[in-house]
């Protein structure tokens, strides 16, 4: 079933497999019944049992949330020693800050990654609304709300919490300041996670057993992160055996979480759901080309400042054509009205990217010389905001949108290192066609190659095993993590 939303047929399977719960109201977020009318059908079912626990953590949520009794007891934790409290059964709690330069992709990344840490340890996500959150996604859990209060105690704070703030968790365990507090059975009512890209070698023992267990009585535990950091979960000992339960699958992680999780604020869906309607519901196929030269960014594709565009436009046109994604065009107009008869498909492609660049030449190019299959391109690309911009709700709007409309084709070429185009693939559960760049460390004569799985690559994983001196080859413990195609020092799950 590929229907479109004026298809007269009733969705089959709103709930995606049982993955969303049906409590909600339908209008205060169309998107997350209506995905359905736009997406194909995933082929990939979640567990029962993690369709249990997601039903069990939102009755927790619902049970622990920020307008109960029990959240106001668990905050007093903040302000008395906590012997002083009766606690057999005291909500515990995850609080997401966010990065605050860090872009859409990065963000949704390390929220689905801190959900589900929160799901394996039996505490509550709560996300600080500091930025725009709330105009981008709906609320996920019924009945409640996952947004920390604005006057959250140590709120006023957050902005210093660092690797070297006195209870970041790190710098406790450099100085040893947990164990201390461990040993009178009193541990800290709260420690910051520093799980930033730039982390240091004590922030890193967050994915080790011992540390969890320590961690584990701390009522609150404040993470601030811009990384997918769920493969080294699963190279823990301690969650091994409930990962393996809750996805049998193990590259659809990100495909389930992503799904339960984002769900497009209105005003945003109202951007996807028009640009899809207008410009790629007809078509017979729909590729999509996430274009992240990061030029922008002083990082730029290539590192050679000569022809820095034509470099990478290269590269998509030998991998559309090597993957027989869109095909080469004839230049020589003379055979073009004899071939441009043949085939009546007709192929939309959606390109995203800072710039427009890329876009005029590749619509320039199937505007102007007529395709060697017959085959009718027409390329769209809904913005070019030219470059990335922080703390603008309106910018993350179009870019959410934009990744959202890039997971609905059918075939899917991206850049490598890019969040944006992790977070489209993941949701579309599309594995992608990755760009090489032979100048960095992608060194290959193939202009693409086609990703192991559509999980996201965790950039930066500790590369030391836990209680090691040496390094160790983080890919190799489980068979079903692995080295990312893109980044040499990442992992990602298979
Ligand atoms: P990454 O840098 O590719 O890993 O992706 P992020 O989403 O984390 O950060 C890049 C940010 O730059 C995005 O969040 C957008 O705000 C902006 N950006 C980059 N590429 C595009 C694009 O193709 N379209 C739009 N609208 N914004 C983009």
New binding site residues.
Partial sequence: FYGHAHTSEKPKDKLLGGLLSPGFNEASCLSRYGSILYRKLSPHKPSPYLISKLRNYESLHKQCGTNTESYNATLNHLHRPRHDISDNDTCKYVVLLFVGH??????M?SLVSSFLFAVLTNRLLLIDQGDDVAALLCEPFPDTTWALPLDFPLRNQFESFDSNHPHCYGNMMKNKTVELSMDDSSPPPFVFLNLVHDYNEHDKRFFCDRDQSIMKEVPWLLIRS?QYFIPSLFLMPLFEKELSKLFPEKETVFHHLGRYLVHPSNQVWGLITRYYETYLAESDERIGI???D?S??GLPFQSSKELPFTYMMDRILDCSAQENLLPRVITNAQNSVLNATRNKKTKSVLV???SSWYFEKLRNMYRDNPAITGESITVFQ????ES??SNNAQ??M??L???YLLSLMDEFIT?P???????AQGLGGLRPWILSNPLREMDSDSPCRWATSMEPCFHYPPSYGCGAKTGIDTGARVQYVRLCEDISWGIKLF
Avoid: M
């Avoid at 809904?382 to 905001?385: K, L």
């Fill in positions: 860090s872009g859409v992709g990065n963000r990344l811009n996430q274009i992240r990061f922008s960014t995203t990217s800072l809904p913005s070019h905001e990335q911009q910018h993350d179009k870019t949108a934009e990744i850049s290192w890019s969040t944006f185009g992790y977070v």
